[in-house]
């Protein structure tokens, strides 16, 4: 099979990018990740005199993410890249212009990984406990205890609409990754600050708006300001670090986890796609285990001088 010719670069990139956005539908926000990606990938052919996607072979790759490497890109961010790459090629190959996809056997260097920060259930209930009735503050309650009861994103919490919460069965449907959608439980304290928000909710949406949780001037809460109200909230309550919508969705999948020892539910509930992501949950409730045995067993106390 021939090269792709009939297009270049830049062109490819773009068609790649309509269809990660019209078939794979992916959110704005993972598109401007590829974007960047793809974009540093063909500054980087541009400057080695490749023209075309189908000039590129292991060896190029290769050299191209250990250059990214030797530049500082941290060992996750060169995951990424590289899983851009990966997914144009699949795309050059699926529009018949490349038999193979150079990028596969191309290792990025292992990613260290973090556990989680998680509060334990008293800091959470501590950080929900709120003696406020105003509109903000009950609306606030009931984002954070959605967050907790359900494991919600960020970007999944913000796109609810009305239609999505069903109280009398206490579900709520989101949209995940990927578009892909998923039915998850509500939790009895979720339920009743969801009631009360939906109670006054009026007071503060626009006739017209279906988004669920909405700001001060009535239309869908944005990003930003669920971040600043969660870390106000974690400043007045008093928590021990500061609180974001992640740190409440580790918290729900530990506590679960701990709670029912149920890995491949607690990656359903989740949205994970390859249960090797949850799977760093098991290392946080094995070092909360470490910790009480530390503490505890008498073989395990170090002896004082």
Known sequence: MSTPRSLQLQEWIDRYRDYLRHER??????????????????AWMEANQLKHWGEVTQHHVRHYIASRHRGGLAAKSLHRELS???GLFNFLIREQQLDSNPALGVRAPKIRRKLPVTLDADQVSRLLDIHDDSPVAIRDRAIMELFYSSGLRL?????????????????????????KARRLPVGKFAKQALQQWLAIRPQMAAQDEIALFVGVRGRRIN?????????????????PRNVHPHLLRHSFAS????SSGDLRAVQELLGHANISTTQIYTHLDFQHLAEVYDKAHPRAKKKRD
């Open 255 to 258: 506590h679960l986890l701990e």
């Open 25 to 42: 539908r992916l959110s704005p926000r993972t598109l401007e990740s590829y974007g960047r990606d793809l974009k540093a990938a063909l």
């Open 223 to 239: 990003r930003g300001t669920i971040q600043r109200q969660l870390n106000s909230w974690s400043i007045a309550q008093g928590a």
């Open 155 to 179: 970007a999944e919490l913000v796109s609810l609409d009305l239609q999505d919460i069903d109280l009398k069965e206490q579900l709520v449907e989101v949209t995940g990754k990927g578009a």
């Open 84 to 86: 851009s790459l990966r």
